[in-house]
């Protein structure tokens, strides 16, 4: 597995890590339903072990993944090899005390946030904090405001380094702007290229880690779904992807389908293996429920990085 450096922050990771989001199981954040359907704890640690396994040492996670199951997991899997991994997580969305989806970005809120997780982890620290996705101008500013609490956590020794989770990539823009923390995380995939015409080369600049999150766009760039595809309740897809939205991406996987099979390589594979051809990535974080799925994915990380002519070749088949 080869290795990257996470921008400034100098920590040596993965080039391809786990999203930790989907082992998590069912969740709910007010009245939405935030998880990819049920999951056997089991298969779950299988999975982690069999990353481990091959070389990847980055997991992200979030306090809301499985409403703390996720991060729970990942302390029976590494709390006692803690220094040879590197994890990752979130904080700053809730369900209020109406049943209703809220964030809070308030330094002493995360803070409070923090001390959760690394109990949950098992953990005296967290290599990497993310503020979850901020919205809106008055969002993304509480968030810069947090900068001194957060900087306080990692004198205490109790964070290493920490960033946002951006939802625009115009966010990651401002928040370089700001010089607000080390790293961005940002959805990018064959799919979804916003991210390359400016957040990515500013990024390279300044030095920020870029950690690409929904890389195979909800599982369709695996090309096993059709224009049948339904999801049950339990799965957020059944609402966050419109009718419309999935017949489009169908379409594009198979038309990207004849490129991975003239490669030899499975279209997951392609999809990260896109994603870590540009040179302001720092780790690419498919999930994944077992193990066989993460050690497909694990091999993006060790395969002959994809040519010039290839991607070109990807992005016009899939415009």
């Not at 703390?68 to 709390?79: I, M, N, T």
């Not at 050690?295 to 899939?318: C, H």
Request: hydrophobic fraction near 35%.
């Amino acid at each position: 597995m080869r290795t990257r450096t996470l921008g400034k922050t100098g920590i040596k990771i993965s080039e391809v890590g786990f999203g930790c989001w989907a082992i998590g199981g069912p969740a709910r954040l007010g009245e939405f339903q935030i998880g990819w359907g049920k999951v056997d704890d089991t298969e779950s640690l299988r999975a982690l072990e069999a990353a481990f396994d091959c070389g990847i040492n980055f997991y992200d996670t979030a306090d809301v993944y499985g409403a703390g199951h996720s991060e729970q997991l990942l302390a029976r899997a590494f709390s006692r090899r803690r220094t040879q991994v590197v994890i990752a997580s979130k904080g700053g969305n809730l369900t209020d005390r109406e049943g209703k989806w809220q964030k809070n970005f308030i330094g002493e809120y995360l803070t409070g946030r923090v001390e959760d997780s690394l109990q949950r982890l098992k953990t005296d620290y967290i290599d990497l904090y993310q503020l979850h996705t901020p919205r809106g101008e008055e969002q993304l500013e509480q968030a810069f405001s947090s900068a001194e609490a957060l900087d306080r956590l990692v004198e205490q020794g109790k964070l290493r380094a920490y960033g946002i989770s951006i939802a625009p990539p115009e966010d990651g823009l401002r928040q370089i702007e700001r010089g607000f923390g080390a790293t961005i995380q940002v959805v990018y995939n064959i799919l979804q290229r916003e991210p390359e015409k400016e957040l990515l080369p500013m990024a390279q600049k300044a030095n920020y880690g870029i950690i690409p999150r929904v890389p195979l766009a909800y599982g369709f760039l695996t090309g096993k779904f059709t224009r049948e595809s339904r999801f049950g309740p339990d799965d957020h897809r059944s609402y966050s992807v419109s009718p419309e939205q999935l017949a489009g991406w169908v379409d594009s996987a198979d038309r990207l389908k004849p490129i991975s099979a003239e490669l030899g390589i499975s279209m997951a594979q392609l999809a990260l293996q896109y994603i870590l051809a540009h040179e302001a990535v720092s780790v690419v974080i498919p999930g994944g429920k077992n193990e066989k799925q993460i050690r497909q994915n694990a091999a993006s990380g060790e395969a002959p990085p994809l040519s010039a002519e290839v991607i070109e070749k990807i992005r016009q088949t899939a415009a």
